[in-house]
């Protein structure tokens, strides 16, 4: 009977997981391992461009790719995990309940949007968290030229002014002006409780995000939060009201919430804390990775953020460490010292960086011609090739040079 790898997730750590644990299983010239991800779609799906248009066209298949490798899909949803009894249960594609037994689990079910608990938001906010909400958004914003012309119909407000805010506020005025018309009257205000435009991004990148929203029109209210969502708009916590038909929150992600339920500490955003080999600390077992994983890139400090950087070194990290233990063969520790931003501005451009203090080394144009490569090549899964797809999974590939 063949040892069972279970890779919960198809996303970048999920799928990156179970190629370099079939490559590893490959190089040890074993047939007695079995690979299977669950998840609802056999596709990867490439949320770091949900800010984008034509979010329908956003995702990547995988079921050659799993084939060819002799990964084994099972389309459903993880419901439990059962630490002590090895199991997972989960509704298939049919929705009847099922469990898979395992030897070893890798945990890759990835993060969502923190719940909000601000009136109004589950009701009236779009967001840019899922492909599904990504699409309603942009069915939304080109409905909005049927309407009849008013501040409210022109105006959106982004709430939330991180890497996701930020990308969104200034991909809009392009969007926008497209579905009105080139002259159209059009406000993007971005709402931030920080003090000053991108200070959680640094210096000198801040610097790059204030010249593109003053040259595209992005507004910010600075110091404020959203007090309350309705349809006609926002009201901030120092009583301004935005009269508004579209707002789109952006503010926070957090863990899946299967990290529940494995013992383990976690961190405030709920990732499981991991070893050097990314297993879960106290687990013998279970393997957590990608936005999950609560892991040091390097000895000074830094930890994964939860980007699809992180999630694709941790991925073929945590593939190679739980098929190493199961084969019994030498592990791979995670490290990942070298990090890079590259921070898409709309019409503006983009702004790349190197370092933990995101040292600026692009902008503009040179900038978005490097986002535009990541976006649409280094990110996106290996072709459907037995031989390359085996060794793109190998975790000693740095993902930026």
């Not at 779009?126 to 409210?152: M, T």
């Not at 301004?240 to 013992?263: F, K």
């Not at 692009?362 to 280094?378: A, D, H, M, S, Y």
Request: glycine residues 10%; aromatic residues 6%.
């Amino acid at each position: 009977m063949k040892q069972q790898i279970l890779v919960i997730g198809a996303g970048f750590g999920g799928m990156w997981s179970a190629l370099s644990a079939a490559r590893l299983v490959d190089l040890q010239g074993r047939a007695d391992v079995e690979i299977s991800v669950l998840a609802p779609q056999a596709e990867l799906r490439v949320r770091p461009r949900f800010y984008e248009p034509n979010a329908h066209q956003l995702a990547a298949p995988l079921h050659e790719l799993f084939e060819v490798v002799g990964v084994h899909f099972i389309k459903g949803a993880a419901e439990t995990i059962d630490v002590a009894a090895k199991t997972v249960g989960y509704s298939d594609a049919a929705g009847i309940h099922q469990v898979f037994h395992y030897d070893k689990l890798v945990l890759a079910s990835g993060s969502g949007l923190a719940q909000s608990g601000t009136p109004g938001v589950a009701q009236h906010a779009f967001d840019v968290d899922r492909i599904e909400a990504a699409i309603r958004l942009e069915a939304h914003l080109k409905s909005l030229k049927d309407l009849p012309h008013s501040q409210a119909r022109n105006t959106v407000v982004v709430a939330g002014g991180g890497f996701t805010g930020i990308e969104t506020a200034t991909e809009l005025p392009g969007r926008l002006r497209e579905i009105f018309a080139e002259g159209a009257d059009i406000k993007v205000i971005v709402i931030d409780r920080g003090l000053k435009i991108g200070a959680s991004m640094g210096e000198e990148i801040s610097k790059s995000i204030v010249e593109a929203s003053e040259e595209l029109g992005v507004e910010w209210r600075l110091g404020v939060s959203v007090q309350s969502v309705d349809a006609g708009g926002v009201t901030l916590s120092d009583g301004q009201r935005i009269e508004a038909n579209t707002v789109i929150w952006t503010t926070g992600v957090r863990a899946s919430s299967l990290t529940e339920q494995i013992p383990g500490e976690r961190d405030k955003q709920g990732r499981l804390h991991v070893d050097a080999h990314l297993k879960v600390i106290g687990q013998d077992d279970i393997f957590a990775t990608g936005d999950v994983a609560y892991a040091a890139t390097d000895s000074l400090g830094n930890y994964a953020l939860m980007t699809c950087q992180h999630a694709i070194s941790l991925g073929r990290h945590a593939g190679n460490n739980v098929a190493a233990q199961l084969l019994g063969v030498d592990p791979t520790p995670y490290s990942q010292p070298k990090y890079v931003t590259c921070l898409d501005l709309g019409a503006w451009g983009a702004v790349y960086t190197e370092g933990w203090d995101r040292q600026v080394k692009l902008v503009r144009q040179e900038g978005k011609t490097l986002k535009t490569q990541i976006n649409t090549q280094w990110i996106y899964p290996p072709a459907a090739d037995r031989e390359s797809a085996l060794a793109a999974a190998d975790p000693m590939i740095p993902v930026v040079a």
